[in-house]
Each structure stands twice: as C-alpha cells, then as structure tokens.
C-alpha cells in the first residue's frame, strides 16, 4: 500500500517523546533547540546505502538500529552526549510493514538514550538512510583524534571481529548456524554505541575514535592525526567469542584487525591518567583492554606478535574510493 509523504510522516516520524530542550520539533520548516550553557555542540552525519553498506534484505528493525548506532557511536567517541537527531530516508515505496520495523529499532535506541528526532526529509528512491546526530560535550572537553601523546597506552573497549565474522556468512565465504550465526548477527545488525565509555573518558583519554573501519585502520588515524606512530600487540587483541570459537588464529587476527563495523573505541590513555580508567569506566559495565603504545613515528601502525613484527597478507580495511 502506498501512502503520501506528509501522512508517512505523520504516521511514523511525529509520535516520539520529546526532550524538554527541543522548543519546535518536527512539522515546521525547521527544529528549534535550547542548546545547554557552558557546553559545546557535537555534529556528525552518517549514510547508509543498500548494496554499498547494508544488503537489500537487511532486517528493518537491524537496518533502523544500525543507522542511528554509527552516529551515536561518532558521538561517543568525541566523549559526547547525545540530543537531537535528524533523519533523512529515500524508499523505493512506503511499504509499511517495513517502515514499522525500521522505526521500532530506531525509536528503541533512540529512547535508550533519550534522544529526540527533531526533523528530517522524506523522499522517493533507492533506498537509502542518512542520520545527523547532535550531541553536547561540557567547553574544551571533547575527545578527539588529534591529541594523542607518545608514550600513551591504547586501549579498545568490548571485543573485536565478531561483525566481521557474521558479514563472511552473509557474503557466503564462512557457513554459520545455530547460536553462533545468531550472536554474530547480532553483533552486525545491533551495534551498541559505546556512549557511556566515551563521558566516562573525559579528562582521562588523551584521544579517541570508534571503530568503524577496523583497528588497524581507524588506530591509524590517530597516529597521522597525533603525530605519531603505534605500537600493536596483536595477542593482546580481545577477539569476539565466537571468532575465537570458530575461526584459526591467524584469520581471527585479521577479523579482528581489519573487520571493520565493530563501533567499540580505540581511545589513548597516558601513564598518569591509567590508574583512574578503571573507575571510569565501570560505570559503564564495559570491559576494556591495552593493546599497545604510541610510539614515535609518522602514522603507521605497527604491528607485533608476542614480541615479533607479525605480517598480515591484506588490506589495511575497507575504503569505498580505494
Ligand atoms: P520542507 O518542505 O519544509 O522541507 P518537509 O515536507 O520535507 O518540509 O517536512 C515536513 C516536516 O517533517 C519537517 O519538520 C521535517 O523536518 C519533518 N520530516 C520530514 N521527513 C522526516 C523524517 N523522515 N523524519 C523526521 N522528520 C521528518
Ligand atoms: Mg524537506
């Protein structure tokens, strides 16, 4: 069944809570917010595109979860709050079905966080899902990838190539069933932004960055943007459960280095500030661990095995230009 595009938004987009900071939400030509004193404010876009980032089956729900979890994890990342979203779809058709799925896995994460969606646009095509998250960090706190100091450790939040895991069954190359396939389904469809991790950083991480891409390349960013070089431990990497279950060693490595879409953080702590993350973090119920130092250098990540440079036969990670 076909609807009109006011009715859809009417009928899907209008009905959620409201934070008491958003003055006018949705329904006027644009959203009006009382932003806090004293704070500064967090932006980030992220686009999903079928075939590019997600395939044409993709669960709704997973698909409406997946598109505001990678932008609250930018959010998190920064050591941000998040507040206000924007969404902005293009359907094939208003199958509507579909649509209540998408706005059940949207609107539970949305809630969760008590996150409001202030406005967005609806319009006709391929499917497509572009999410702009707005978030608040208290002035000069924010975390960012540029701060980095050599001597730093790194650490990773969560467990690693378990997203990865579930797209090789999905792309056909690894067969998954039962618990296993589920697990790592939902590792890929349901990412947990690590929100609660990045307040906890505050003050703490001298640099950040969720990953997205894989550790491998998303530490690198770090390193180029610090200044720096890295130092990774790859024995020391927390791997996914079931990758360690059900994948050899060295391919687990490579899940978990250059997987990508696993949204845990990559965050650089110096020595006077490590024995502080232990509380910071727990608050956040999320287990962490050191993977490896700044080192002096030009950007590059280098990587070791119980002592050893350890080579990897691959691509660093996905890049859609390259
Ligand atoms: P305009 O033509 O002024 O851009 P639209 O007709 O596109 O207005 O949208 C009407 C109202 O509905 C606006 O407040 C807009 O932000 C909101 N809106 C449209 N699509 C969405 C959506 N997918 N999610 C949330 N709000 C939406
Ligand atoms: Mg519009």
Redesign the pocket.
């Known amino acids: 069944m076909l609807m009109g595009?006011?009715e859809l938004?009417e009928r899907f987009?209008c009905s959620s809570a409201k934070r008491s900071d958003v003055v006018l939400g949705?329904?006027?030509?644009a959203?009006l917010i009382n932003p806090p004193e004293h704070h500064q404010l967090v932006v980030t876009t992220d686009t999903l595109v079928e075939g590019i980032h997600f395939f044409a089956d993709i669960p709704p729900k997973a698909l409406g979860h997946k598109a505001l979890a990678v932008n609250l994890s930018d959010l998190a990342a920064m050591g941000a709050e998040p507040r206000w979203v924007?969404?902005?779809?293009t359907l094939p058709s208003a199958r509507l079905e579909w649509l209540e799925h998408f706005c059940q896995g949207f609107f539970e994460l949305a809630e969760y966080y008590n996150v409001t969606?202030v406005?967005?646009?609806?319009t006709r095509g391929p499917l497509s899902i572009t999410v702009t998250a707005h978030g608040v960090v208290p002035d000069g706190q924010a975390i960012r990838r540029d701060q980095g100091q050599i001597g730093d450790w790194v650490y990773v939040t969560g467990s690693l190539g378990g997203s990865a895991l579930a797209l090789r069954h999905l792309q056909g190359i690894q067969k998954l069933s039962g618990l296993t396939l589920e697990q790592a389904l939902n590792r890929h469809y349901f990412p947990h932004p690590r929100v609660l991790s990045g307040y906890g950083l505050r003050g703490i991480a001298n640099s950040c960055i969720d990953i997205s891409d894989g550790l491998w390349a998303d530490l690198q960013h770090i390193c180029e943007r610090s200044g720096c070089a890295a130092r990774l431990n790859t024995e020391l990497l927390p791997l996914d459960p079931q990758v360690k279950e059900h994948c050899d060693p060295t391919l687990a490595t490579e899940l978990a280095l250059c997987g990508g879409e696993d949204y845990e953080l990559c965050f650089t702590v110096p020595e006077a500030t490590k024995g502080a993350l232990d509380v910071a973090l727990s608050y956040s119920g999320i287990h962490f661990c050191c993977v490896g130092q700044l080192i002096p250098g030009n950007g590059q990540v280098h990587l070791f095995r119980d002592g050893e440079p350890y080579h990897l036969n691959r691509n660093q990670s996905w890049d859609h230009f390259s």
Not at 26 to 29: K, N, P, R, Y
Not at 86 to 89: C, E, G, H, R
Not at 119 to 122: A, E, F, H, L, R
Request: net charge negative; proline share 0%; hydrophobic share 50%.
């Open positions: 595009e006011f938004i987009f949705i329904g006027d030509d959203a924007t969404l902005a779809i969606l406005g967005g646009d609806t």
